[in-house]
Structures are given as structure tokens and as C-alpha cells.
């Protein structure tokens, strides 16, 4: 192609392309196994291309993401795809994506990108007010829960740390801060904690009780250890919804610990906090408007396509003081009630990602959001029953929230490990592995609104069928 524009017919057989390819991906989906039988030399191939010097139609670009891209992919959206996570994006979604880039705003300041501003603002504070917070708390949309993390433990740290001035960074520090996570933490608090200079060290594992909880007797104990060691401690990090098995930290004990102490709390609510949008939760979540900050990612229990994470920040004026610069090259005009979202967060080109979670939220309403996650809790207590009822499976705990976790009682690590390879191998399922008190688990997270109870019985089917061929 001798330009970079595309002429009008073009454009309008790419539409219909982009049409009839989402149908045809769609309506063949379940039919498809859910991990490819990967096509080594066909990736390689591509893997090794040259770079070329001529252009090529565009149609044929089309035919070979059909033909070598969409066969080689995991198919995130498949009703039996149960691992991680990852949800499938909403119908709009694809959609939101291609009028995102269509318009390609900046959303760094609010001149990149007025009507995204607006947008972006409305998503954050129905967001907010979720959790009965106020609708203007400061906040933005970033790539996913663990950038969303970073951006709020920001924000903790600088103002956590006595005296710290974000320009001297932890070079001025002479008192260690400590973090205080379970056991059950996500590992993106600690790679925040290592990119903050805080050190993975500094950060002090709490244990679980039965139902892999945070144990606030051993918090407490632990902070009045460090504070006796001479360390500082500065912020705690709260799960509601960990990543394993989806236990929700008694976030009203530890907001009481923290505000006894003096310490920010962070609820890292990537996977659960949107739980909220079922009334079976909601007791379980409220506590979370006592947080300083909270993370949640739209792009799993809001079925928004990735990426797409959100970071609110409660505490009066912390998002600004750790992220606002002012740059001689940047629009200088304000607009009252108009923010320059690159002062809350460390990106300064943004795209306009909130199109697509507004998209979302308004195209299918809050009812059919909130009965989504409902069916969702309802189809991992369907499976998590279904696998209490064999004597040979275990259950690690009852479901709280979408996932869960099981092995077979009488194997080694290995075996289930097996087990987890085989059940992938076979197409049918795709789980995730799980390691609770150091023992292998299979781990099923129910995030596709495709899945029925059907697709559970196939699943469970497929794990006795492969039990039984590996059990001998
Ligand atoms: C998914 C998840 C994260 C990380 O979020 P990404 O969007 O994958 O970056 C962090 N914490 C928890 C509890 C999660 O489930």
C-alpha cells in the first residue's frame, strides 16, 4: 500500500471483515479446544520474518490472523477456559476497542482528549460510588490490577514514611518501612514493593487461618514486634478476594489495626472487589470504603476487554503529591472540574480506555452485570459441590467467591501436577495451578459469562476420565 490511508472501500470490506470474523470466532468457540494444539513452525515463521520493504493487502493480513493467529491463541473467552483470572471481554467490547483507536485520544491532560475526560471521570466515580465513596475521589484507569497496585502503593509509601520527600526518595529514609500482606498476597504487591524501594524483605507475611484469611492477631503482634525492632511500620495491604482461593480479608478489623496505628491500608481488589455487584458479597466489601486506597480491574468481573485496572486513592490530595509534575512542554489551561490525569499516575500518553468499560457498563445495564457475577458464584459452588461429592478429590476450602481449588487426595504434587497437564492437553478445560499450605492444587476461576452448568459437567467428566487413565 503506497500511503498510509486506506480508501473508502477499503475501509468499508475491513468492517464487514471485522463483522464476519467476530461471528464466525464467536459461534465456533466452544467448539474449539480450548488450549491450541500450538503450530511451532507456523510461529516461528513468523517469529523469524523479515522486515519488509513492500506493504500487503490488508484482506490478506485478515485471512492469515484466521488462518495462523486465531488457531494458535488461548481462547480466553471459551466457556471452559477456568484458569487465572480472565475473564471474557463483554460483546461491546471489540467494538470499544476499534472506536478507541479510531479516535486515539492522549489522555495524559484533558486537552488530549475533552469528551474522554468526561468519560473517564464518570467510569471512575460510578466505580467509586460502588463502594460508597465519593464520587470525585481521586483515581485513574491504568493497564491492569498490578500497575493499579503500583500507583496506590505510591501513593502509601510517600505518604507513609515520616519526613520523606519524594525527591530524595528512600535515600533520605533512615528508619526500614515494613508492608504488612498475607500469606495469600498477590505477587504484584511485591514487585511494587521492590520498584518503591521498599524491598521484598521490608515486606512482613502474615498468616491465614483455616479459610485463608489474614490472621489479625499476628498482624497486630507483628507491627508491635517491628515497632520494638525499631522499624517503621507504614502500610498494610489487604486482600478482598485473594488470588487463590478468593478468601476476603476481615477488612473492617484491619481497617480498625490500621487506624489504631496509624497505617495506610490498601485493598488489592484486582479480582474481588467488584464482587460487590452481587448482594451475596456486599456484606463482605463494605468495609472497603475505609481503605486509603483501592485497586479493581474492570477487565475481570466487569468483562471489560484488557487492559484495564482502576486505582482510587481516598486519602485527601495523596494521588497528586506523588505523581504531579509540571513540564514546560505540556498545555498550560485548565477547566474547572477537568483533570490532567498524567499528575495521578505514572504514564503520561494515555489511551482512552475508559470508552470501553463505559461502553460496557451502559450497553448491557447494571442488572445483567450484577446477575452475571451472581451466575458466576453460583457455577463455582455447582462445580466446588459436584467435587466434595468424590471421595477421591479434595476441596480446599468452599467457594467464597469465584474460584476454586481441589487435587486428588491420595496423590503427591506430581501426579496432580500430572493431572493439571493432562486436562489441558485434552482441550476440554483449561485450569489454573494453585499451591495452599505447600500443597499442588488445580485451581477453576469462573469468569466467562459464556459458562454453563453444562460446561461443568463436561469438566467434571474430563476430570474423572482423566483421573482414571492416570491412576494406575
Ligand atoms: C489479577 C490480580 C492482580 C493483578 O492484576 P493484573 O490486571 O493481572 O495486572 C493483582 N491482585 C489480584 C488479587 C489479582 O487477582
Known amino acids: 500500500m503506497g500511503s498510509l490511508v486506506l480508501n473508502v472501500a477499503t475501509i468499508r470490506e475491513m468492517a464487514t471483515l471485522l463483522g464476519n470474523t467476530l461471528v464466525a470466532y464467536q459461534s465456533t468457540l466452544s467448539d474449539r479446544p480450548v488450549?491450541?494444539?500450538?503450530?511451532?513452525?507456523?510461529?516461528?515463521?513468523?517469529?523469524?520474518?523479515?522486515?519488509?520493504?513492500?506493504?500487503?493487502?490488508?484482506?490478506?493480513?485478515?485471512?492469515?490472523?484466521?488462518?495462523?493467529?486465531?488457531?494458535?491463541?488461548?481462547?480466553?473467552?471459551?466457556?471452559?477456559?477456568?484458569?487465572?483470572?480472565?475473564?471474557?471481554?463483554?460483546?461491546?467490547?471489540?467494538?470499544?476497542?476499534?472506536?478507541t483507536a479510531m479516535i486515539d485520544q492522549n489522555c495524559a491532560i484533558w486537552q488530549g482528549g475533552p469528551a474522554a475526560n468526561a468519560v473517564e471521570r464518570r467510569v471512575l466515580g460510578w466505580l467509586a460510588g460502588l463502594f460508597g465513596l465519593a464520587e470525585d475521589t481521586p483515581g485513574l484507569l491504568v493497564s491492569g490490577g498490578s500497575m493499579a497496585n503500583l500507583v496506590a502503593l505510591t501513593a502509601a509509601r510517600d505518604a507513609s514514611i515520616p519526613g520523606h520527600k519524594r525527591e530524595n526518595g528512600m535515600q533520605s529514609v533512615s528508619t526500614p518501612m515494613t508492608v504488612y500482606v498475607s500469606e495469600e498476597i498477590h505477587t504484584s504487591v511485591y514487585k511494587a514493593a521492590n520498584m518503591l524501594g521498599i524491598g521484598q524483605n521490608f515486606v512482613r507475611t502474615i498468616p491465614v487461618d483455616d479459610l485463608y484469611r489474614m490472621r489479625v492477631d499476628a498482624l497486630t503482634q507483628t507491627i508491635a514486634k517491628d515497632r520494638a525492632d525499631g522499624l517503621q511500620p507504614g502500610i498494610v495491604v489487604a486482600s478482598p478476594g485473594t488470588v487463590q482461593t478468593g478468601a476476603f480479608d476481615p477488612i473492617d478489623a484491619i481497617a480498625d489495626v490500621c487506624e489504631?496505628?496509624?497505617?495506610?491500608?490498601?485493598?488489592?481488589?484486582?479480582?474481588?472487589?467488584?464482587?460487590?455487584?452481587?448482594?451475596?458479597?456486599?456484606?463482605?466489601?463494605?468495609?472497603?470504603?475505609?481503605?486509603?486506597?483501592?485497586?479493581?480491574?474492570?477487565?475481570?468481573?466487569?468483562?471489560?476487554?484488557?487492559?484495564?485496572?482502576?486505582?482510587?486513592?481516598?486519602?485527601?490530595?495523596?494521588?497528586?503529591?506523588?505523581?504531579?509534575?509540571?513540564?514546560?512542554?505540556?498545555?498550560?489551561?485548565?477547566?474547572?472540574?477537568?483533570?490532567?490525569?498524567?499528575?495521578?499516575?505514572?504514564?503520561?500518553?494515555?489511551?482512552f480506555r475508559a470508552l470501553k468499560v463505559w461502553w460496557v457498563i451502559r450497553a448491557h445495564g447494571m442488572a445483567v452485570l450484577r446477575k452475571t457475577v451472581d451466575r458466576l458464584l453460583d457455577l463455582a459452588v455447582y462445580l466446588a459441590e459436584a467435587i466434595a461429592a468424590r471421595p477421591e478429590l479434595e476441596l480446599a476450602v468452599k467457594p467464597t467467591l469465584t474460584a476454586v481449588c481441589f487435587r486428588v487426595r491420595e496423590w503427591d504434587d506430581a501426579k496432580n501436577a500430572a493431572l493439571l497437564s493432562a486436562l489441558i492437553k485434552s482441550g476440554v478445560v483449561y485450569f489454573g495451578p494453585a499451591v495452599l499450605r505447600g500443597k499442588f492444587y488445580l485451581r477453576a476461576c469462573f469468569t466467562s459469562y459464556r459458562t454453563t452448568a453444562n460446561d461443568v459437567d463436561m469438566v467434571m467428566d474430563a476430570i474423572v476420565r482423566e483421573y482414571e487413565r492416570l491412576n494406575h
Open 35 to 99: 488450549f491450541p494444539d500450538v503450530d511451532v513452525a507456523a510461529l516461528d515463521a513468523i517469529a523469524s520474518e523479515t522486515l519488509p520493504e513492500d506493504g500487503v493487502p490488508i484482506q490478506s493480513l485478515v485471512e492469515e490472523f484466521n488462518r495462523v493467529i486465531v488457531p494458535n491463541s488461548l481462547h480466553i473467552a471459551h466457556p471452559r477456559f477456568l484458569a487465572y483470572v480472565t475473564a471474557s471481554p463483554s460483546g461491546v467490547a471489540p467494538f470499544a476497542e476499534a472506536f
Open 260 to 351: 489504631n496505628e496509624g497505617l495506610w491500608l490498601h485493598a488489592d481488589g484486582a479480582y474481588g472487589a467488584l464482587g460487590i455487584l452481587s448482594d451475596r458479597l456486599r456484606p463482605e466489601l463494605t468495609a472497603l470504603k475505609r481503605a486509603d486506597s483501592l485497586t479493581m480491574d474492570p477487565h475481570k468481573l466487569l468483562f471489560s476487554s484488557n487492559e484495564a485496572g482502576c486505582a482510587l486513592v481516598r486519602r485527601p490530595g495523596a494521588l497528586h503529591d506523588a505523581f504531579a509534575h509540571a513540564s514546560s512542554y505540556i498545555g498550560q489551561e485548565t477547566l474547572p472540574g477537568f483533570i490532567d490525569f498524567k499528575d495521578f499516575g505514572p504514564q503520561l500518553t494515555r489511551q
